[in-house]
């Protein structure tokens, strides 16, 4: 199942149209443009940490945790401060996170504006979806593993299961989201982002 079906049957999409404005249609294509980008950013982040998706696990709760889920769904307007910090650490920089919008805005059509302050949001429904599915904060060996399978089957295909054992972000996991095999999905995701950068 994607992420935009899941986030949709939660209420995130219908949250983030209420708050932005604009029709479920729209946030729906949005989400589907923006969150390849967020998945692959938590791959990297899996990858750069010395536990690999345990401690995925560990930062999933400091960022949030499963409130961040809660957060954008309460009927209260979002803290997007929130998620701009769940941006920064798997983004690294606001340029990253400019061309991931810009990238989302020719795949989707919709304004690149628009898609900025989704983005935020979307990043903390991720986020949140992940804490909860994946054990949240203390997450073990077996967390890990059921964070790879989460991660995979988010990025799209029910290989993941099969694929990711607990290899996690490495093998299975890595080849699932990486398009061009060269070790980095984020640059796949963010093509023209390392031309923004360079």
Do not use: W, Y
């Not at 994607?2 to 995130?12: C, K, R």
């Not at 309460?74 to 798997?90: H, R, W």
């Amino acid at each position: 199942m994607q992420i935009t079906d899941i986030l949709a049957q939660m209420g995130g999409l219908q949250s983030m149209a209420r708050e932005l404005g604009i029709s479920e249609s729209q946030v729906a294509k949005g989400a589907e443009a923006l969150a390849p980008a967020i998945l692959g950013g938590f791959k990297k982040q899996a990858q750069a940490q010395p536990t690999g998706l345990e401690g995925l696990g560990g930062l999933l709760g400091q960022l949030g945790g499963g409130g961040l889920l809660d957060e954008v769904l309460s009927p209260q307007p979002t803290n997007v401060n929130l998620g701009n910090d769940v941006l920064g650490q798997i983004f690294g920089s606001k340029d990253v996170s400019r061309a991931v919008a810009q990238n989302a805005s020719a795949k989707s059509g919709l304004d690149p504006s628009i898609l900025k302050k989704m983005l935020p949001m979307l990043a903390m429904l991720v986020t949140g979806f992940m804490a909860k599915q994946g054990g949240g904060g203390g997450a073990h060996a077996s967390a890990g593993g059921g964070l790879g399978d989460l991660l995979g089957g988010l990025m799209g295909g029910g290989a993941s299961r099969s694929a990711a054992p607990a290899a996690g972000a490495s093998g299975g996991l890595g080849s699932l989201l990486d398009l061009d095999g060269d070790g980095n999905a984020l640059d796949d995701i963010l093509g023209m982002a390392g031309k923004l950068m360079r």
